[in-house]
């Protein structure tokens, strides 16, 4: 499955570059699925739309800073990757010497990024791609470490992941 999978027409004048200096502002929009009916309302409103019955899930799930950019060792062009999870390498595949750590990630102009490449991160950090079958063809990319990769160094070298039709820095 590539991201291009999901593309679809989203007029720019829509799109909401920055969030709402006062929280519960957001706009919302709700749909009677009975009816059809569309009302508009604020996200301040939605505890008086919930019917006393419903079943809330919410996510508090935190937001990995998990785009970080790397300098290409043959180009020193910034390279962004989305690292995705953690890995284990299955035996049979050759990796670079003292490499103990590996991440899935998602690459741009993932068919530049080859076996063997190496690339520096802000903190200094050297990562190589590794050469795994399951990324060939796809928009990912296996990057190997000599230690592991932690929350503290997400947060000194990454970036948080903003959608494509959002146009600013993080």
Known sequence: MLTKDFYFDLPPELVAQHPPQVRGQDRLMLLDRATGQVAHHQMADLPSLIPSNALMVFNNSKVRRSRVYGIKDTTGRPTEFLFLQPLQMAPDIPVP?????????MVKNAKKQKSGHQYQFAD???ATIVANPSDAGTEFRTLAFSFPITEDWFEANGHIPLPPYIRRED
């Not at 010497?97 to 990630?105: D, L, R, S």
Request: net charge positive; aromatic share 16%.
């Open 97 to 105: 010497p003292g490499a103990c750590c590996f991440w899935k990630t």
């Open 124 to 126: 200094g950090t050297i």
